[in-house]
């Protein structure tokens, strides 16, 4: 099947620092990719979806200018926490597709912001 | 809105069926999905229904949708401990094919 691979797995900054997370397609060409957030015990929440080549579309509520995401090919997005903050302690999951069906969910990245 | 729900908790024995049940809202999603997440990963697909559909089985999953009732359950049988994790459901919402809505997912304990 479809592999999707983050990196890192997990990264502990200081507050104020920015941080940036890869979410690679390594089998297949990403038209799409998408970001969630998962707080403790809840529910994937859908940050942004970002096509190749144009900017993200981000859900309401989510802050574009400090939540960066970058999709500049088709096996690469990047998410970056710009001036992170306690508060932004979170697991981040990216997932990518082809085309209409099944999303690929990468492992997954926990951030904590001291 | 586009809503999916799910009960939290279910504890079963090894050996026992699990039966883990969703509802939504949305009735034009197409596909309707279930997705297994063990601690610290991702989601793993386990498997996916066609609207047009009641029921599917692959190996000891059956999964059976009703329509009317926008009702979908995800039945496991002869749990093993290694089925241990969080199961969520998810629908296709309204931004397209590839846009999931997901429930606050179902956290199956399997005890001997």
């Known amino acids: 099947g479809a592999v999707v691979s983050q990196h890192p797995s997990r990264v502990i900054c200081k507050s104020g620092t920015s941080v940036k997370i890869e979410c690679r397609s390594l089998?297949?060409?990403?038209?799409?990719m998408f970001w969630y957030r998962q707080f403790p015990k809840k529910s994937l929440m859908l940050m942004a979806t970002?096509?190749?080549?144009?900017?993200?579309?981000?859900e309401q509520g989510v802050e574009k200018d400090k939540f960066l995401i970058n999709h500049a090919s088709l096996t690469l997005s990047t998410l970056t926490v710009t001036s992170a903050h306690p508060e932004d302690s979170s697991f981040y999951i990216c997932?990518?597709?082809?085309?209409?069906?099944?999303?690929?969910f990468g492992p997954g990245t926990r951030l904590t912001v001291l | 809105g586009e809503d999916v729900e799910q009960s939290l908790f279910l504890s079963v024995r090894e050996g026992d069926s699990s039966v883990i049940n969703c509802t939504y809202t949305?009735?034009?999603?197409?596909?309707l999905y279930w997705y297994k997440q063990e601690p610290g990963a991702g989601l793993q697909l386990l498997t996916y229904?066609?609207?047009?559909?009641d029921m599917k089985q692959d190996q000891r999953l059956t999964v059976l949708l009703n329509k009317k009732d926008k009702h979908l359950s995800l039945r496991i049988a002869d749990t093993q401990t290694g089925d241990s994790a969080i199961y969520f459901c998810?629908?296709?919402?309204?931004?397209?094919?590839?846009?999931?809505?997901f429930g606050a997912g179902t956290r199956l304990a399997v005890h001997p």
């Open positions: 997932s990518g597709t082809s085309g209409p069906g099944e999303q690929f």
């Open positions: 089998d297949f060409q990403a038209t799409t």
């Open positions: 970002s096509n190749e080549g144009s900017k993200a579309t981000y």
């Open positions: 949305d009735s034009s999603s197409t596909y």
């Open positions: 229904i066609f609207s047009n559909m």
């Open positions: 998810a629908e296709v919402g309204s931004g397209g094919y590839n846009k999931l809505i």
